[in-house]
């Protein structure tokens, strides 16, 4: 009888302890449940803290390393292809001024203009410059003459510079970058010889594309700059005919299509 109820009370014990273990452990998974569903819980705290302490040493690194605005002066050539690179004769230095703000390490804006000033000379009569009356321009009409040919361009920039941090120390010493520009050429035709002519004037809108490379002089106070630029531009007087010649097969131009290219030196004052 005694070795019964030992036995039972023994059962008994062993029961209740698996219920108290179990009965914990549903609890201490309930409990973690509670914790991921909580309305003010947050399952991203400890990225969201990763991403704000890399985002703040990043710029604590770039207010202590980087610039934040430069000035920049520069001098180039401007060249073009096609009909209005045969007509024009480049007349260097091209000028250039422009303002950068810096975003970041990689981003940059930038303001400024460019003017350069070209030629061309049209020896033969053309549909714009018909016959004269005066005997030394009969019967094939009077040549237009110099033409001189002044272009304004004012321009917004975006600048990306490129992560040189895992390249050669050349590479990286020369700050490469890509660049892209809105721009807007303003283009002047005075016609020296013929000088009842009136000026012609126009505008057209265009867009640059290109690459550059900015060599310290000293660390965030002063670079020399390269700067290698494409341009397309729609020029008021692209599709015009009056440059074509007045006599088959005489000096002139059908149009004057063509694109445009830079090259820039700048210094570079930073701050």
């Known amino acids: 009888m005694k070795k019964i109820i030992t036995t039972l009370l023994f059962i008994l014990l062993a029961a209740t302890t698996v219920n108290v273990h179990a009965q914990e452990a549903s609890n201490d998974i309930f409990s973690a449940d509670d914790d991921d569903l909580n309305v003010g819980g947050d399952i991203f705290t400890d990225f969201n803290e990763d991403v704000e302490s890399a985002k703040l040493v990043e710029d604590e690194r770039f207010y202590r390393y ?3 605005f430069s000035f920049n002066l520069s001098l180039g050539l401007t060249t073009f292809d096609g009909n209005r690179g045969l007509a024009y004769e480049n007349l260097p230095p091209t000028y250039g001024l422009s303002f950068t703000f810096f975003k970041d390490f990689q981003s940059a804006y930038g303001l400024g ?5 070209h030629s061309m000379f049209l020896k033969d009569a053309v549909l714009a410059f018909p016959d004269k009356t005066s005997a030394k321009c009969a019967p094939n009409g009077c040549p237009p003459g110099l033409v001189e040919v002044s272009m304004l361009r004012v321009f917004f920039a975006y600048r990306y510079y490129i992560d040189t941090a895992n390249l050669g120390t050349a590479i990286t010493y020369s700050n490469p970058y890509l660049i892209a520009r809105m721009e807007y050429w303003y283009t002047s035709n005075k016609y020296v010889d013929q000088k009842e002519v009136p000026n012609d004037k126009g505008g057209g809108l265009g867009a640059g594309a290109g690459f550059g490379l900015e060599f310290p002089i000293e660390l965030k106070e ?4 390269l700067e290698f630029l494409f341009h397309s531009v729609a020029f008021f007087d692209k599709n015009t005919t009056k440059y074509s010649p007045l006599v088959p097969g005489r000096y002139g131009f059908e149009n004057l299509s063509g694109n445009a290219y830079s090259t820039m030196l700048s210094y570079v004052f930073n701050w």
Do not use: N, T, V
């Open 113 to 117: 203009l460019e003017f350069s000033k």
């Open 66 to 68: 980087g610039r934040f």
């Open 222 to 225: 002063s670079y020399i700059g």
